[in-house]
């Protein structure tokens, strides 16, 4: 795996992506020759009518998804030649996610879920520790690090879930709706964390979302229709 | 990846505890089959231990050695000497060595007349035949030279006769002819299973030798048993015996009663397939929770694949919970079993259906045995079987994509 991330490479780069179902032997057309480049320090929302690829374009991305025609690079990381174990290899190292639900594990306290995919990476327990206290303090977690998600309320649960996507300092941050379920001002504490791990530490973060006051909030919109990219506001200016 | 296993180890428990009220039952249904099947088991071993003991103590010992031909026609005349001397070695250990003469007679009172085997022992030597278990009313025998009769209880009511009375014994002696001779019975014996009752009258040995006179023989018996402190020396036991007296006939007690043998050879199959009959029904509701654990979960499972846990680990925690849940299971049903087992104490009082048990070769009392081997191989196969349940849900977890992580 060549790991060159240099600032001129794009951190995620799409060309002509086509990803097609078959749903009972009918093709279905998720993708259909999608293009996108993503650059470092980026804050990308995806907009766009339900079913006009969102979800679909951000697993392949995360390589949660295969694709069936074009090219996508993440990271300087070329997905199409990796087979399952290498994709969640590459999860594992580059990519942090946020979804809309069941984001942690139950069983375990909102450290331990953070420590979990350190533990995953095989980082020493020390190490750990020490760096999943730094990402839920920075989250504003510090004192409800020992309940269990059943424990923490809708917002609260989505802040330990990018505390553990940004634990492992990923190159990316995808967020498929991270604020479908929460109220309208906890949506607004959360994008705030967001856009501050973005302006603050430079995290670049791709979410998918139909909301308009997600938009407000990041730098670039792109907005998908029929399985292509539509609009972007970086093509616009 | 000592860590990711202790990790995994850790998730597992504590989906366990997660989903207590479910597991609980399964908990219950296996500890209650594994229970229910080491106290069955161990009736049935405790049938099998008792039909051998029954085997061995019934004159026949483990070894028994006769004059040749004595078997088809017993009488005097096919003894041989009690000088006969029994030599095995240290890795063959004997309880204990009975010489005896075993022959047909007919007892009289003034009102019966029955066939019997009489029986001439040395009592000191009987502490390893069914002569140890007899309840006996009145005086036993005092020695080899007590020429007085031991009879069972059944007898002395058919022949309605008692301790102190006379009655004759008509037995054929070393010429050939008969002897009738008067005898004071002594004492009455009272056996746990009812045939030596009937069958068997005794004297001692001393006396019967003086009575029938002798074949020329220095001390002449029909019998000598040996009874081995374990069944299984028996067969190299029984091989030295007949290389050392290749003038006797050498025989064990599976060859003497074959049946008892072939009974006590099915009951170890019977155990095994027993038990797995029970797992197997209880494989079913198994598989069943099990699976739906994991369907439930599909998600959960989804989203651990998509922030990279590979396959090999998420099936190695399924078969985790799945074994886990199994070991907790079979150790409280072993348990339970053990307690159920020391429950009932002393065994089962057989005697409602005392006849039935004797035609098997059983005593009156069931006594259940529960052995370490025993154990560990109800132990052992349970965790097979838990093995076995757990590739239906380990199957299921590895069709879980990472994308059923996504909330569709
Ligand atoms: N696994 C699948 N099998 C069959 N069809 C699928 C599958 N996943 C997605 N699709 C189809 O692909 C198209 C794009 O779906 P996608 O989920 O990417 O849309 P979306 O923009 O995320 O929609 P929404 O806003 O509702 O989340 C839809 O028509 C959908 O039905
Ligand atoms: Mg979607």
């Given at each position: 795996?060549?790991?060159?991330?240099?600032?001129?490479?794009?951190?995620?780069?799409?060309?002509?992506?086509?990803?097609?179902?078959?749903?009972?032997?009918?093709?279905?057309?998720?993708?259909?020759?999608?293009?996108?480049?993503?650059?470092?320090?980026?804050?990308?929302?995806?907009?766009?009518?339900?079913?006009?690829?969102?979800?679909?374009?951000?697993?392949?991305?995360?390589?949660?998804d295969?694709?069936?025609?074009?090219?996508?690079?993440?990271?300087?990381?070329?997905?199409?030649?990796?087979?399952?174990?290498e994709?969640?290899?590459?999860?594992?190292?580059?990519?942090?996610?946020?979804?809309?639900?069941?984001?942690?594990?139950?069983?375990?306290?909102?450290?331990?879920?953070?420590e979990?995919?350190?533990?995953?990476?095989?980082?020493?327990?020390?190490?750990?520790?020490?760096?999943?206290?730094?990402?839920?303090?920075?989250?504003?977690l510090?004192?409800l690090?020992?309940?269990?998600?059943?424990?923490?309320?809708?917002?609260?649960?989505?802040?330990?879930?990018?505390?553990?996507?940004?634990?492992?300092?990923?190159?990316?941050?995808?967020?498929?709706?991270?604020?479908?379920?929460?109220?309208?001002?906890?949506?607004?504490?959360?994008?705030?964390?967001?856009?501050?791990?973005?302006?603050?530490?430079?995290?670049?973060?791709?979410?998918?979302?139909?909301?308009?006051?997600?938009?407000?909030?990041?730098?670039?919109?792109?907005?998908?229709?029929?399985?292509?990219?539509?609009?972007?506001?970086?093509?616009?200016? | 990846?000592?860590?990711?296993?202790t990790?995994?180890?850790?998730?597992?428990?504590?989906?366990?505890?997660?989903?207590?009220?479910?597991?609980?039952?399964?908990?219950?249904?296996?500890?209650?089959?594994?229970g229910?099947?080491?106290?069955s088991?161990?009736?049935?071993?405790?049938?099998?231990?008792?039909?051998?003991?029954?085997?061995?103590?019934?004159?026949?010992?483990h070894?028994?050695?006769?004059?040749?031909?004595?078997?088809?026609?017993?009488?005097?005349?096919?003894?041989?000497?009690?000088?006969?001397?029994?030599?095995?070695?240290?890795?063959?250990?004997?309880?204990?060595?009975?010489?005896?003469?075993?022959?047909?007679?007919?007892?009289?009172?003034?009102?019966?007349?029955?066939?019997?085997?009489?029986?001439?022992?040395?009592?000191?030597?009987?502490?390893i035949?069914?002569?140890?278990?007899?309840?006996?009313?009145?005086?036993?025998?005092?020695?080899?030279?007590?020429?007085?009769?031991?009879?069972?209880?059944?007898?002395?009511?058919?022949?309605?006769?008692?301790i102190?009375?006379?009655?004759?014994?008509?037995?054929?002696?070393?010429?050939?002819?008969?002897?009738?001779?008067?005898?004071?019975?002594?004492?009455?014996?009272?056996?746990?299973?009812?045939?030596?009752?009937?069958?068997?009258?005794?004297?001692?040995?001393?006396?019967?030798?003086?009575?029938?006179?002798?074949?020329g023989?220095?001390?002449?018996?029909?019998?000598?048993?040996?009874?081995?402190?374990?069944?299984e020396d028996?067969?190299?036991?029984?091989?030295?015996?007949?290389?050392?007296?290749?003038?006797?006939?050498?025989?064990?007690?599976?060859?003497?009663?074959?049946?008892?043998?072939?009974?006590?050879?099915?009951?170890?199959?019977t155990?095994?397939?027993?038990?797995?009959?029970?797992?197997?029904?209880?494989?079913?509701?198994?598989?069943?929770?099990?699976?739906?654990?994991?369907?439930?979960?599909?998600?959960e499972?989804?989203?651990?694949?998509?922030?990279?846990?590979?396959?090999?680990?998420?099936?190695?925690?399924?078969?985790?919970?799945?074994v886990?849940i199994?070991?907790?299971?079979?150790?409280?049903?072993?348990?339970?079993?053990?307690?159920?087992?020391?429950?009932?104490?002393?065994?089962?009082?057989?005697?409602?259906?005392?006849?039935?048990?004797?035609?098997?070769?059983?005593?009156?009392?069931?006594?259940?045995?529960?052995?370490?081997?025993?154990l560990?191989?109800?132990?052992?196969?349970?965790?097979?079987?838990?093995?076995?349940?757990?590739?239906?849900?380990?199957?299921?977890?590895?069709?879980?994509?990472?994308?059923?992580?996504?909330?569709?």
């Open positions: 795996m060549s790991d060159n991330t240099a600032s001129d490479t794009p951190v995620v780069y799409c060309q002509d992506v086509q990803r097609i179902y078959q749903q009972e032997s009918v093709p279905v057309y998720a993708l259909r020759g999608a293009n996108l480049t993503i650059t470092a320090g980026e804050f990308v929302s995806l907009a766009g009518p339900s079913g006009s690829g969102k979800s679909t374009l951000l697993n392949v991305i995360g390589g949660l295969g694709f069936d025609a074009g090219e996508v690079t993440v990271g300087g990381t070329s997905l199409g030649a990796l087979n399952a174990s994709l969640a290899q590459m999860r594992l190292e580059k990519v942090g996610f946020v979804f809309q639900a069941y984001n942690l594990i139950p069983v375990l306290s909102a450290r331990e879920n953070v979990f995919i350190l533990q995953l990476q095989g980082v020493s327990s020390q190490e750990r520790q020490e760096r999943a206290n730094s990402a839920l303090q920075s989250l504003g510090g004192d690090g020992d309940r269990r998600p059943g424990e923490l309320s809708g917002g609260q649960q989505q802040r330990v879930a990018i505390a553990r996507a940004i634990v492992t300092e990923p190159v990316l941050l995808l967020a498929d709706e991270p604020t479908a379920n929460l109220d309208s001002k906890t949506t607004s504490e959360l994008l705030e964390v967001l856009q501050q791990l973005n302006q603050q530490q430079g995290m670049t973060i791709v979410t998918a979302t139909h909301d308009p006051i997600v938009m407000s909030y990041t730098s670039r919109q792109v907005a998908m229709m029929d399985g292509e990219i539509h609009q972007d506001s970086a093509m616009a200016s | 990846m000592l860590g990711t296993l990790l995994l180890f850790n998730l597992s428990l504590r989906n366990i505890v997660r989903y207590r009220r479910r597991n609980f039952f399964l908990f219950a249904a296996i500890a209650v089959a594994v229910g099947t080491t106290l088991n161990s009736l049935i071993r405790g049938w099998q231990v008792d039909m051998l003991e029954t085997a061995v103590s019934g004159l026949s010992g070894i028994k050695m006769q004059a040749p031909g004595f078997a088809d026609d017993p009488s005097l005349q096919r003894a041989f000497s009690a000088s006969t001397n029994v030599v095995l070695d240290d890795q063959l250990p004997v309880a204990g060595i009975a010489k005896r003469i075993n022959l047909p007679a007919v007892i009289s009172s003034e009102r019966e007349t029955r066939g019997v085997a009489m029986i001439g022992i040395d009592p000191a030597d009987e502490a035949s069914l002569y140890r278990d007899f309840e006996v009313s009145g005086e036993t025998l005092a020695g080899p030279d007590d020429g007085r009769l031991l009879i069972g209880k059944a007898l002395a009511e058919t022949l309605q006769t008692k102190g009375r006379r009655v004759v014994m008509i037995v054929e002696g070393a010429d050939g002819k008969s002897r009738e001779r008067g005898y004071r019975i002594a004492g009455v014996f009272d056996s746990p299973t009812n045939w030596p009752e009937e069958a068997l009258v005794f004297t001692g040995l001393q006396a019967l030798q003086d009575t029938l006179a002798t074949v023989l220095d001390n002449p018996i029909t019998e000598l048993s040996v009874v081995l402190v374990s069944d028996r067969p190299s036991a029984a091989e030295k015996l007949r290389d050392q007296h290749p003038q006797l006939v050498v025989k064990d007690w599976r060859q003497m009663q074959p049946q008892i043998a072939e009974i006590v050879d099915v009951v170890d199959a155990m095994v397939i027993w038990f797995i009959l029970i797992m197997s029904a209880l494989t079913f509701g198994l598989v069943n929770t099990l699976i739906a654990t994991v369907m439930q979960r599909t998600q499972l989804g989203m651990l694949r998509a922030l990279g846990m590979n396959k090999q680990l998420l099936l190695i925690q399924v078969v985790m919970e799945c886990g199994m070991v907790v299971g079979v150790i409280a049903g072993l348990m339970l079993g053990v307690l159920l087992v020391f429950g009932l104490g002393e065994g089962i009082d057989l005697s409602a259906f005392s006849e039935s048990a004797e035609a098997f070769g059983m005593s009156t009392f069931l006594k259940p045995v529960l052995t370490v081997e025993d560990l191989l109800f132990g052992g196969l349970s965790m097979l079987v838990g093995l076995f349940a757990s590739f239906f849900p380990a199957r299921r977890a590895l069709k879980i994509s990472p994308l059923m992580a996504m909330n569709r």
